[in-house]
């Protein structure tokens, strides 16, 4: 893209012309997408972390893009890109260049506190001499809840356990039995 | 008399051994939790069997091994395709099945319901059947983790809706995608005179579309400017907060730019939606850019963002 400028003087007034002569790019477009969200979030127990991958897309016009990527999580410093790179090129058409990120929450943190986690995506690109240009950016947000360690296991667990005691229930009374016999 | 009571207490205790140990067997061996979750229905999340209803000469069929994805990702400004298979078995042998019966139904609560067909793709023997359905979900449909997915199929002796699958664990995850496409990716002016006012750039106006499922609100549109520096004579500037941009197409209103700095643009918002709709609304978003002056003690030469960077559009 280039603009052009021309001057020229009339009734003391200075006129400028501006004109567009040539755009390389039509469109900016892209996108990224999280299975954690409003209405969904990332729960996790006191001490406990987890790796979430944020997936890039660009399936629209035909160039490659290129992007920088950060976090920022209230200072809660629960957040964290592992193995970030200073520039994440995603390809036109592909949709699984990922951002990882490495989400922990301290041992102290109460139930039911809240934090909120935002990955900021800018979109890098190379001036083509228009007068005015704009470049993207998404900030991709999701909650992360600080909730119980929930056992998936503890219906099972239960049965385990009331087997457990039946088992040690049946010994004692198995020892008992015996001491009663010899005494007898 | 002594040795029969000592076979009798050998006998009890062989007995209880045999107790404790066969529990522990039983426990360790997880058959109890097997046998637990079939009482229960607590088994894997992708499978499960329906109800079997009997009718004397006929076998109802059922339906076991609902396989997904748990989670899908929205394609964005398109559609992906969601793959669900599943098997129907029939005592009568698969022949009794109603193949053309086969289909999945995917609804999320209050919002949409998907129908489709399924298709036979091979047997499993002669009793069971394999099916693949699949179902088209669109960049706009909501995200949500309660996206139920219900398969059934009938026999052919006509009962209705026999071997219906459908509760909690069937549901999968329609994540959230955040995206949007705008143009043009530059704003020009064609004349412009020192004295001039509201001028409203040529390029307007800037059309954003939301490519994926997150609405962006009120407040989450921004734009982050910077002053456009003389290319010849570097120094001299038209300052960012002369320009402003507005969801109409007018100056004096909307949002006034400050050099590094992000604002929110008034009254902009991106609502999730088919945005081929093309009605200005539905999924899309316009602003409007305007000079509202210039001052007057610049050069007359090229000014751009060469220098200080591209403004950049930020959703979120």
């Known amino acids: 893209m280039d603009i052009v400028c021309a001057i020229k003087m009339n009734k003391n007034y200075l006129i400028m012309l501006v004109g567009l002569v040539f755009a390389f790019t039509i469109v900016s477009a892209f996108g990224i997408s999280s299975s954690y969200f409003e209405g969904n979030p990332l729960v996790l127990g006191p001490g406990e972390s987890k790796d979430v991958s944020l997936a890039l897309q660009n399936n629209i016009g035909d160039k490659d893009l290129s992007f920088t990527a950060s976090v920022s999580d209230g200072d809660s410093g629960i957040a964290k890109i592992i193995n970030k790179k200073d520039k994440y090129k995603v390809p036109f058409g592909t949709e699984n260049t990922a951002i990882d990120l490495r989400v922990s929450i301290p041992n102290t943190a109460l139930i039911g506190t809240e934090y909120s986690v935002s990955v900021n995506l800018n979109q890098v690109r190379d001036t083509e001499g228009g007068m005015l240009e704009v470049s993207g950016n998404i900030m991709k947000t999701f909650p992360v809840l600080v909730g119980e360690v929930v056992e998936a296991e503890t219906g099972k667990n239960t049965l385990l356990i009331i087997v457990i005691l039946i088992s040690i229930l049946a010994i004692i009374l198995i020892i008992g039995y015996l001491i009663f016999r010899k005494k007898k | ?316």
């Not at chain 2, 050998?10 to 939790?33: D, P």
């Not at chain 2, 394999?130 to 997915?149: K, P, R």
Request: with cysteine; aromatic share 8%.
């Open chain 2, 1 to 316: 008399m002594k040795e029969v009571k000592i076979k009798k207490n050998i006998f009890i205790a062989v007995f209880m051994v045999l107790l404790i140990g066969g529990g522990v067997i039983f426990t360790s061996a997880n058959l109890l939790n097997d046998f637990a979750n079939k009482l229960t229905g607590t088994g894997k999340a992708t499978s499960g069997s329906a109800n079997v209803n009997v009718q004397v000469g006929n076998s109802a069929p059922s339906i076991f091994l609902v396989q997904f994805s748990p989670v899908i990702n929205p394609n964005e400004n398109n559609y992906r395709i969601a793959y669900i298979s599943f098997q129907a078995e029939d005592m009568n042998g698969i022949i009794n099945l109603n193949f053309s019966s086969a289909k999945i139904i995917v609804s999320k609560s209050g919002d949409v319901t998907k129908t489709s067909s399924c298709v036979n793709v091979n047997n499993i023997t002669s009793k069971i059947a394999n099916f693949s359905c699949s179902v088209n979900l669109w960049y706009f449909e909501t995200a949500g983790n309660d996206w139920n997915i219900n398969v059934s199929i009938s026999d052919l002796v006509n009962l209705p809706l026999i071997g219906t699958k459908e509760n909690s664990s069937n549901s999968f995850t329609y994540s959230e995608l955040t995206a949007m496409v705008f143009a043009p990716l530059s704003m020009n002016w064609s004349a412009i005179e020192v004295t001039d006012v509201d001028t409203l750039s040529t390029s307007n106006p800037m059309l954003i579309n939301n490519t994926g499922n997150d609405n962006i609100t009120l407040g989450n549109i921004k734009m982050n400017a910077t002053d456009l520096e003389g290319e010849d004579f570097a120094g001299e500037y038209i300052y960012a907060g002369n320009f402003t941009i507005n969801v109409a197409n007018s100056c004096n209103t909307g949002t006034f730019m400050n050099n590094g700095v992000t604002l929110n643009i008034t009254n902009a918002q991106l609502s999730k939606g088919n945005h081929s709709i093309n009605d200005g609304s539905t999924g899309q978003e316009q602003l409007y850019f305007c000079l509202e002056a210039i001052n007057d003690d610049i050069s007359a030469q090229t000014y751009s963002t060469t220098a200080g960077g591209p403004w950049t559009l930020s959703v979120q």
